[in-house]
Structure formats: structure tokens, C-alpha cells
């Protein structure tokens, strides 16, 4: 179901410019592409081209092609205007090509708006209480072993640790600390993996938790793995797991709530958590939890399991709104309902693992990136998510983000203002 949208158009043709930095650029009135529902949105699109080819513009809704339109212009350099009204909450994605470039860029309408696509289930709560309980049941048993690494900044030490969890596989991951550092006086931070098996991306690190475990003025540093796989493996492992047993891994179980993967998941979440607090060093206060995509949706389920946790920061996450499709939206990654709009036992399991349900009532501080032309994680998607949420929420929409980093000038710009956010929030959060 597409919204309705009131849509009116005007076109200007400016005066040629100076420079371009660019054959085609498409830029925004508003820098971070955040409109309410009636106010106008002037798209100005910057071309400097010598075809004769007309401009092809495309105007997505909800991620669904609504508008196409071809318009002729004139080569050379110019700036071209158009102004929109959205009478409807949503995300809109301007996609622009002439002659082979092309640009994109989006905006949301309304964002705060959004709600969950689907119903939290009643039994919501009774279900992770009795989840968490049966992690807690199982006495804890940690295997530590310390990495010798010539990398290793004085002062600082890492060890791969596997810990039991409920479920097929056990967490696995490395910890690294400050030596020496003395009891109750270290925040934790857990870095949680992006989704794909053998990609650098999933695999715990051991200069990554190294590197966290120096932020702010030291941490006790978790860097997870995202499947319970073993760490510093040859790549035939991580193919073997790919093409075998964590082939579309997301699928899995997806129409029982008990069997579905992501349960198996976070239980591995809940025990990374659970031995981190063990440490005699953590002070007792500050749980951070990060993650990109997959990691990001892991970081906003922690939120929503363990209240303990204080603050998130998420990059695109995944996991979110997977009702989407249910309100007329796409869903979150891996969109389970969207790729089974006919199953209604998909429809009844993954509500249990939507971080827009998990987050409801939650009070850490949020800080959340979200690309406004992610078509993985649409912008809607972290929305609805992220509003159930009842503690701070800081979130940094790109309008040039999809759902990779971006390229090029507008990756020295991501680098110099969210990207460069994100690092000083981290940092303060860990002082």
C-alpha cells in the first residue's frame, strides 16, 4: 500500500553557476532531509554536462516507484529547482540520471510519527522474562585465553573468550582491557557485528577491541562475532559455514518464535552482557553497546532486553519495523514479512524480535544514524523503531546515505560531521 501523498510541482531554471563538483548533483533545502507533513521541499539538482539527453527523474515513496518523469533541458551548467508537498507521514527517495550520472537523496516527512507496522504481542514480556531466565539458569562458564599480539599498545591486553549460551552455538568474541586498572573504574563497551558470515565485517578483531578498549580514558572491550563462529580462523571456516549451516542463516526458523535464529542470537547478547559485568573493573554504571546494520539491531535489542545497558549507538540498523510491510512500509533487514506476505506464522513469530517492540519503555540514551536512501534498513523502518524508545534519543538522518558508507565529497562530509559525531559521542560516553 503506497501513501497518498498531496504532491505539487514547480520548476525553476537558475542561472549557470559558477562550479560544479559534479555532472549531477541533487541537494536539499534542509540539510538533514527531516520535513513536516505540508511544508514544501525544494530539490535543486546541479548539472554540468554536454548531453543533450533529458534529465530522468524518479521519485520513490515507501521504497516504490510512484513518480518518472523525463524532462528536457538545455547542456551546459545550470541549477534546476523543484518543490514537493508530502500530506503524509513517510520516506521519499529522489533518484536523478542524465546521460549515464546519476545521483540520489532522500528525505522523511514526519519521522516522529511512525509507529510499529505490526502489533507488539501480548505475551510480549512473559516471553523474554522466561528468555532471560533460562539464560540466567545456566551457570556461566568462560574460557579465556590471552592473544600475544606485537600490536598490542603497552599497557593494554586481549584474549579470545567463548562463553556457554542457551542455544546451538556459544558467544564468541575478544576482550580486550587497560592493565592494571583498578576495581569499579571502567565503563563497558560491545561492539556487535553486521550481518554475512565470512565477510572482514562479522568477524570479531583483535586490533578493533584493542582500539575500543582505548577510547574515551580506557574500557573494558568486548568485540563479538556475530555467529558464536571461532575467531583468527582460515577463510575455507568461514566459507564452509557460509555455504553450510549459516547459508540465509536469517531465514531460519523464521515461523517459531523458539526456533527462529535471532532468538539464538540475542541469548548470545544477553550472555555477552552478563560476563562483561562480571569484570571486577566495570564501574558499575556505563554499559555502551555499538553496531553497524545487523550490529546496530543487535545493539537496540540489548537496550530493550537489559536495562542495565545505558547507551546504544546504532548505524543503520537492521531488525527494525519488521511490520513494516503490514502499514504500507518496507521492513527492516531481512524483511521477513515482506518475503512472507502469505505465511501467517512468520507474521506471528518475528514480532518478538522487532527492535520497535523490544524498545518500548527503554530508557539508555540512543544515538542512531539512519540513511534516508537505505533501501536495506529503510529510514522508516529505524523510525518506528526508535520512537518506542522512553530514554534520550539522538538521531543523525544523512539524506545521501544508503546503506554502505558513502564515496567521494560526500564521504569527506559524512567524515567531518556524523561520522566525526558519532566518534566524540562514544568518547565523552566513555570518559
Not at 505540508?38 to 548539472?47: D, K, M, Q, R, S
Not at 501467517?344 to 518475528?350: D, Y
Request: with cysteine.
Amino acid at each position: 500500500m503506497m501513501l497518498t501523498s498531496t504532491l505539487s510541482f514547480a520548476f525553476l531554471l537558475s542561472l549557470p553557476l559558477l562550479l560544479s563538483a559534479a555532472p549531477l548533483e541533487l541537494s536539499l533545502d534542509r540539510p538533514d532531509g527531516v520535513y513536516q507533513k505540508g511544508e514544501t521541499v525544494a530539490l535543486t539538482i546541479t548539472v554540468d554536462s554536454g548531453h543533450s539527453a533529458p534529465l530522468q527523474l524518479k521519485i520513490q515513496k515507501e521504497n516504490q516507484e510512484v513518480v518518472d518523469q523525463r524532462i528536457p533541458l538545455p547542456p551546459g551548467l545550470a541549477t534546476h529547482t523543484f518543490e514537493y508537498t508530502f500530506r503524509d507521514t513517510g520516506s521519499v527517495i529522489f533518484q536523478a540520471n542524465r546521460g549515464g550520472d546519476a545521483d540520489s537523496i532522500g528525505i522523511v516527512v514526519s519521522p516522529h510519527e511512525l509507529r510499529p507496522g505490526s502489533p507488539r504481542p501480548q505475551d510480549f514480556d512473559t516471553y523474554w522474562k522466561k528468555q532471560k531466565a533460562l539464560a540466567r539458569k545456566l551457570p556461566l562458564k568462560v574460557t579465556q585465553t590471552a592473544i600475544e599480539s606485537d600490536a598490542a599498545p603497552s599497557g593494554f591486553r586481549a584474549f579470545d573468550v567463548e562463553v556457554n549460551a542457551p542455544g546451538p552455538q556459544p558467544l564468541r568474541a575478544i576482550f580486550a582491557k587497560p592493565q592494571n586498572a583498578a576495581d569499579r573504574s571502567l565503563p563497558i563497551v560491545i561492539q556487535y557485528r553486521a550481518a554475512g558470515v565470512k565477510g572482514e565485517w562479522c568477524r570479531a578483531k583483535t586490533q578493533d577491541a584493542l582500539a575500543l578498549a582505548q577510547r574515551g580514558n580506557g574500557a573494558l572491550a568486548l568485540d563479538t562475532n556475530a555467529h558464536g563462529m571461532l575467531n583468527h580462523e582460515d577463510e575455507a571456516y568461514y566459507e564452509d559455514l557460509q555455504d553450510g549451516p549459516l547459508k540465509n542463516y536469517w531465514d531460519q526458523g523464521n515461523s517459531d518464535r523458539d526456533d527462529f535464529y535471532f532468538r539464538f542470537m540475542y541469548l548470545r547478547l544477553l550472555r555477552s552482557i552478563e560476563f562483561m559485568t562480571q569484570q571486577p573493573e566495570w564501574d558499575g554504571k556505563r554499559i555502551l553497546v555499538i553496531g553497524e546494520s545487523q550490529g546496530g539491531g543487535q545493539a537496540l535489542a540489548a537496550v530493550g532486553l537489559d536495562p542495565r545497558v545505558s547507551a546504544a549507538v546504532a548505524t543503520v540498523p537492521a531488525m527494525c519495523d519488521w511490520g513494516g510491510p503490514l502499514a504500507g512500509r518496507k521492513g527492516g533487514w531481512p524483511q521477513p514479512i515482506d518475503w512472507n506476505p502469505e505465511q501467517p506464522a512468520v507474521h506471528q513469530a518475528v514480532p518478538y524480535f522487532d527492535a520497535a517492540h523490544l524498545l518500548k519503555g527503554s530508557q539508555a540514551t540512543l544515538w542512531v544514524e539512519i540513511g534516508l536512501i537505505d533501501e536495506t534498513c529503510p529510514s522508516t523502518s529505524i523510525y518506528a523503531a526508535i520512537n518506542q524508545a522512553g530514554g534520550e534519543v539522538i538521531s543523525h538522518p544523512v539524506p545521501y546515505r544508503a546503506h554502505g558508507w558513502p564515496a567521494g565529497e560526500e564521504r569527506a562530509h559524512w567524515d567531518a560531521t556524523t561520522h566525526a559525531a558519532k566518534n566524540d559521542f562514544i568518547d565523552d560516553y566513555l570518559k
